[in-house]
């Protein structure tokens, strides 16, 4: 009998035997929890020899994790385990102390699981050696250093004049300011909506136990305010003294719903339009685009081409995690540029459902390398010359309806309003 490709009992059995055979190869510990059952399946066998199940024991007792767990860090596990019961995306970095008195460094990353609706799955794994690399270079390591280690979002404040001197990815990615907006950002401003808060008494308590431990609103560029626990903590640093603000998420915050923020949950508007009023440059307008989509868009970039003709040239700029921050004003041929395609063919619209499949230049070169997989472009003109082309781009295939709307239609009007303003500058 010919063996079955077509997904077939006999083709998914195989497939699970090659998974089951790849996770036991695995450094780390595989789980699943199933919420509604309150059980934990390991998924391999995977244990550090010195410390066999104890480890694992850390995602089954809140009493080993309470004992093993620094005390500093506790409470980033918890949070992020909560996340996990409540089906949702985490991740944390925090230490365990041995049996030796030494201390390991783990991560902690889970997700919803596709295949069982009431499961979460994920990895704890040691990352010790990672992190003793990056710490373990000449000198001491930098501050943005330490700060990005973390996945919970943490700001650097001035003791002095109270503004922010540095944030990690994560706040930068909550917070959506640009850095020139950091610069001039007093802490102040960020807390302004923290319903019965006194800078006073914080201020007071760092002063005579070095660290406070509370909940505040923070104030991100769009004006939502998140509701966080915080810890701050004083450094001093080459001289200066600083507060080290770590936020964590609360599940009842309303301005996210919930979910660790990505910025896409739907807004207003009106909010988006005050948010671009500040925009100063291209790449804020995009951010400011990515942080209003809904929910459960499929979006994961927004890319602007400017179209230059004459010139025969394209020029784009794209934000969102698949881009990594580097895609900003970058040159491509018009000859097989999405532009072409809808100059030749008259197209109000272009949808790409796969991009593997697809036989245009640009596609390999910029959509395919950055694993984009499907994108929506919508076409904009001036006096019958195309002039721009926005692009919503996915990591999955098939995410957009061609016969629908592009995404965000109501708002595409004032964002290239506010495109015009910051190109004139």
């Known amino acids: 009998m010919s063996k079955q490709t077509d997904g077939s009992p006999d083709t998914c059995t195989e497939q699970g035997e090659h998974l089951a055979s790849y996770l036991e190869v695995m450094s780390a510990i ?13 998924l391999n066998s995977y244990a550090l020899q010195q410390h066999g199940e104890k480890i694992r024991a850390i995602m089954q007792n809140p009493q080993s994790a309470e004992r093993m767990i620094l005390a500093e860090d506790r409470e980033r596990f918890q949070h992020s385990y909560r996340q996990l019961l409540n089906r949702q995306k985490t991740s944390c970095v925090f230490r365990i102390k041995t049996d030796e008195g030494l201390s390991r460094w783990f991560k902690l990353a889970g997700m919803p699981d596709p295949e069982h609706p009431t499961c979460s799955i994920g990895v ?15 000198g001491r390591p930098g501050l943005s250093v330490k700060i990005d280690l973390i996945d919970d979002p943490v700001l650097l404040v001035r003791f002095a004049d109270r503004t922010v ?4 990815k994560a706040a930068d990615k909550l917070l959506g300011y640009s850095h020139d907006q950091l610069a001039d950002l007093h802490l102040q401003e960020l807390l ?12 007071e308590s760092l002063i005579f136990s070095n660290c406070w431990k509370g909940e505040l609103y923070i104030k991100d560029n769009l004006g939502r305010s998140h ?28 301005a996210c719903k919930g979910v660790p923020v990505r910025g896409n949950e739907v807004l207003s508007s009106s909010a988006v339009s005050k948010a671009m009023q500040k925009c100063s440059t291209v790449k804020e307008l995009l951010e400011s685009m990515l942080k209003a989509l809904p929910q459960n868009s499929p979006t994961d970039a ?24 580097e895609l900003e004003d970058l040159i491509h041929p018009y000859d097989g540029s999405i532009a072409k395609n809808i100059v030749r063919f008259e197209l109000d619209k272009h949808v ?17 390398p950055h694993g984009i997989h499907s994108y929506y472009a919508q076409p904009f003109f001036k006096d019958g010359i195309l002039t721009c082309v926005l692009i919503f781009c996915s990591t999955q295939k098939g995410s957009y309806d ?22 004139k500058k």
């Not at 794994?125 to 003793?132: A, G, L």
């Not at 001197?165 to 990690?168: G, K, S």
């Not at 302004?192 to 201020?203: K, N, S």
Request: glycine share 6%; with cysteine; charged share 20%.
């Open 227 to 254: 509701q966080c626990s915080a810890r701050i903590q004083v450094i001093a640093r080459d001289e200066e003294n600083l507060l080290w603000i770590t936020l964590s998420h609360l599940n009842a915050c309303k």
């Open 302 to 325: 927004i890319m602007l081409s400017k179209i230059f003709i004459d010139e025969g040239i394209v020029s784009v700029t794209g934000v969102g995690e698949p881009f990594g921050g």
């Open 352 to 368: 790409v459902m796969e991009t593997s499949k697809s036989i245009k230049p640009i596609d390999w070169a910029l959509f395919i």
């Open 30 to 42: 595989v789980w699943r929890i199933d919420i509604i059952g309150n059980e934990i399946s390991f």
């Open 192 to 203: 302004q909506d923290t319903p019965g808060t006194d800078l006073f008494q914080i201020y």
């Open 402 to 423: 061609p016969d629908a709307d592009a995404p965000l239609s109501a708002i595409h009007q004032e964002f290239f309003n506010q495109l015009e303003r910051c190109l």
């Open 124 to 138: 704890l794994m040691d990352v010790t050696s990672h992190v003793s690399t990056v710490l373990g270079t000449e």
């Open 165 to 168: 001197r540095m944030v990690n």
